[in-house]
Structures are given as structure tokens and as C-alpha cells.
């Protein structure tokens, strides 16, 4: 009777010398990232979607600026043309309102005719809904949604359907796509009720899609970001200190104070995370959620009743109960 668990025994009992020679593969792969990937990046305008764009063009890889505003994506994909490198990729640009399938569809046609082929596709367009939980509106409801949800499963299944026509030449190839979740997927934060459900939606869709595609050698990751200096929590911030008694610096500088690393993420510390997921050494990792948070949700105090208020300040938030209106 064959042995069943043969090849597991023949891979467990390696030999150094062979190990050495996958991990100078492994080592090759890493090291061979020029120009090898070609990545559609939404919400690449600005923030940490350009700052992911960015430094995947300089390791070498060809992007596509994704973007809502169009001035935004033309400007970002003219400053990375103009880095004076050869090492570094090309960029081209497109508009795309990410709440809508076609614009996602569009994108990849962009991809494939500026670059050939498509090989990762990065949903990180998103949007924050800052509200007390008794005050969130249908309206507000539906445009988060719409954004955060269904632009992240429209923009999976626009990549599915390119990839399942590239693997018809290339079956033994590995596609990715990345998309953007939060700490917000794993805790609460008040006054982002609505943002963290959709971030927890959006945990739920990796998890699932990566399972049902994992057969078609296509991977399904996310990043989970943290309290990052940037366009979107300079926006929370703002929106929080509308209806507290202190000022936007104060509420921000509140948060990163509970950072255990002792400073606020920068945009490249999640790019640099987000180069692991998009180079070929994360081909066997599919349905994971890479925190980059600088150790937040280990021991965070946010959703304490008492850090709250000292978190916002007593003002107008004199318990979590009281309906107050948002300005």
C-alpha cells in the first residue's frame, strides 16, 4: 500500500543543502523585483495609497493611480515618472469612483494596456463616517457602504475576472489582491461606529474570497493600519473636535499616545509592510490580516469608558448614552 504521507516525509526530512537552495530561490525572488509586477493601487491620489504606489514603483513594479479626484491621480503618477531612476516603474493613471464595478473594470483594462497584464490589485479607497451611534443616518449609511464594502468586493471581482483569463496562458501563476482593512476591523472607537463595520465587512470578505479562490492561484490578503498622520485622521480628528470642548491636534495626539511604540504610523511604515504582500515571498500566504498598527489593539484603552472621556474631553459628551447633534 503506498504510503499517503511520502511526500510530506521526503519535504520534512530535507536536507540542509536543499533548504539552501529554496531559500536562495526565496532569496532570488526577493531580490528580482524590478519590474516584475504590474499593480493597480485605488485611492492612490494621496495618503497611504500613494504611499504604497510610490515605493512599489521604486522597487520596480509598473502602477496604475486610481483615484476619485483626477488632478490628485495625474499629479501622483507624473511625480513618480519624474523619480530619475532606472530602477524604478512607470506609472499611468485613471479616474475611478470605487463604489461603481465599471470604473474597477476600467482600471484593469488600464493596467493591461499600458503594462500587458495585471498582476496585484490594491483596494485601499475608503472613506471614514465620523457620528454617535444615535445620529448615523440611512444617507451616511449607505455611502460608506457603498465605498468601503462594495468598492473592495467590486474591485476583487474585477482583478478575479482578468486574473482567470491571464491563467488560460499562465496556470501556474500566482495573482494577488490586497485589500485595505483597520484596527478599526478588531475594536471599537467611538464616534466610527459605521467605519468599523465596514472594516470588519471588509475582514470578513478576504477571509471568505480567499478561500474560494485560493485553487485559482489567487491570494486574498488585507493590512490592518492604525492611527496613521495622514488625510484620514486629520479628517476623524477634525469631525470629533466639532462637538467636543478640545481641538483637532489635542484629540490626535490623544490616540497616538496610547501607541505602544510611542509615536503615530507614517504612510510608508504600511507601505513597507504592504511590499511583503505584493513581492513573491507572501505566495503562500492567503486569508491573513497583516496589523500594522505599532501594537495599539496588544493593549489598547480606547473603548474604556473613562479613556473616552479624557479621550474627547467632557464637553458636550457627558455620557455614551446622551443623544448630543453632531455640528
Known amino acids: 500500500m503506498p504510503n499517503e504521507n511520502l511526500q510530506t516525509a521526503h519535504i ?8 539552501a537552495d529554496l531559500t536562495n530561490e526565496t532569496i532570488d525572488q526577493l531580490g528580482q523585483l524590478k519590474h ?20 512599489a514603483a521604486k522597487h520596480g513594479h509598473n502602477v496604475v493611480i486610481a483615484d476619485l479626484n483626477e488632478m490628485l491621480a495625474e499629479k501622483a503618477a507624473a511625480f513618480i515618472n519624474s523619480i530619475d531612476s532606472p530602477e524604478t516603474g512607470k506609472a499611468t493613471w485613471v479616474k475611478m469612483d470605487t463604489s461603481k464595478l465599471s470604473d474597477h473594470e476600467l482600471a484593469v483594462e488600464k493596467a493591461v494596456q499600458a503594462y500587458g497584464n495585471l498582476d496585484v490589485y490594491l ?3 475608503g472613506i471614514d463616517q465620523v457620528e454617535l451611534a444615535g445620529n448615523i443616518s440611512e ?18 471581482q474585477a482583478a478575479h475576472k482578468q486574473f482567470m483569463i491571464q491563467r488560460q496562458n499562465n496556470p501556474s501563476a500566482i495573482y494577488k489582491i490586497i485589500n485595505t482593512s483597520s484596527i478599526a476591523s478588531l475594536m471599537a472607537f467611538p464616534m466610527l461606529a459605521e467605519y468599523c463595520m465596514t472594516k470588519s465587512a471588509v475582514t470578513s470578505l478576504t477571509k471568505n474570497f480567499a478561500l ?7 491570494t486574498v490578503n488585507e493590512f490592518n493600519p492604525g492611527i496613521v498622520a495622514g488625510p484620514m485622521w486629520n479628517h476623524i480628528a477634525s469631525e470629533m473636535a466639532a462637538v467636543t470642548d478640545k481641538d483637532q491636534d489635542t484629540i490626535f495626539n490623544g490616540y497616538v499616545n496610547n501607541i505602544p511604540v510611542g509615536r503615530a504610523q507614517l504612510a ?7 511590499l511583503f504582500l505584493i513581492s513573491s515571498a507572501s505566495d503562500y500566504v492567503t ?9 495599539v489593539v496588544l493593549g489598547s484603552k480606547f473603548s474604556h469608558k473613562t479613556n473616552f472621556k479624557n479621550q474627547l474631553g467632557d464637553g458636550h459628551l457627558q455620557s455614551f448614552t446622551e443623544e448630543i447633534t453632531v455640528k
Open 123 to 125: 483596494n485601499v479607497a
Open 268 to 274: 510608508l511604515d504600511v507601505a513597507q509592510s504592504v
Open 139 to 156: 444617507e451616511h449609511m449607505d455611502r460608506i457602504w457603498s465605498v468601503n464594502i462594495k468598492g473592495t468586493q467590486f474591485g476583487m
Open 212 to 218: 474560494e479562490w485560493a485553487t485559482d492561484g489567487i
Open 287 to 295: 486569508g491573513n490580516s497583516l496589523v500594522t498598527d505599532g501594537g
Open 36 to 55: 516584475c509586477k504590474n499593480i493597480v493601487v485605488t485611492g492612490s491620489g494621496q495618503g497611504i495609497g500613494f504611499a504604497i504606489a510610490l515605493l
Open 12 to 19: 520534512a526530512t530535507q536536507s540542509w543543502d536543499q533548504i
